[in-house]
């Protein structure tokens, strides 16, 4: 292939409803030697940039910010997630700039001597980035199982997992574009095993 010809590592992209465990995923690959690029780590830096910020506080005022003049997270996305025209003013905002240092990461990333690098977005399909993947994989967990995975581990309820759903795409076009599919129904080591065996395929 031609990524091998370069000398380029394979970019595993994770597919996958709300709190269907990605996060683990990568870390398990990550235990496995693999580099993660993590898009919640991006935005956290982007939202601590000066002109961002500003434009932050600018579209949704100061409550969104905490004491220290930071951008308190919980609560912009309170705000905007509260209707479609809050979510796109946040999403132009922040997502064309994520999605380009994404792809400079996933890049320099590819250029380590690990065995593969996970892209780890919540919209790798809805922002295109799966256009940087070599392999999709996705995370499966039932609703109901989600739904307290969610609740416990963030604080929402059944109609904020909906809600946050209802804004990418649907779980059914996930698992059918995707190559291989993680049951993460019971226990870390089951989803391990799984893990370990997509990685023995993938960085042949």
């Known amino acids: 292939m031609t990524r091998r010809a370069r000398g380029l590592r394979p970019v595993i992209g994770l597919l996958g409803g709300v709190a269907a465990g990605k996060s683990l995923v990568a870390s398990q690959f990550a235990q496995l ?7 919640d780590r991006v935005v956290h830096q982007l939202l601590r940039e000066p002109h961002i910020r500003r434009a932050v506080r600018r579209r949704f005022g100061p409550g969104v910010m905490d004491a220290s003049g930071e951008v308190d997270r919980q609560a912009l996305a309170a705000a905007a997630f509260a209707d479609r025209s809050s979510l796109e003013a946040l999403e132009a905002l922040v997502h064309p700039e994520t999605c380009r240092r994404l792809e400079a990461a996933v890049a320099e990333a590819r250029r380590q001597a690990v065995p593969a690098v996970v892209l780890d977005a919540p ?56 190559d291989y599919t993680v049951d993460n129904r019971t226990s870390p080591e089951h989803t391990f095993e799984q893990v370990r065996t997509i990685l023995s395929r993938v960085a042949k």
């Open 33 to 39: 030697g693999c580099a993660v690029v993590d898009a």
């Open 123 to 178: 919209l790798i399909l809805e922002k295109g980035l799966d256009r940087l993947c070599d392999v999709l994989v996705y995370v499966r967990a039932p609703r109901e199982v989600r739904r307290r995975r969610a609740g416990r581990t963030r604080g929402w309820d059944a109609a904020e997992v909906a809600r946050r759903e209802a804004t990418q795409i649907s779980l059914k076009t996930k698992r059918h574009r995707a």
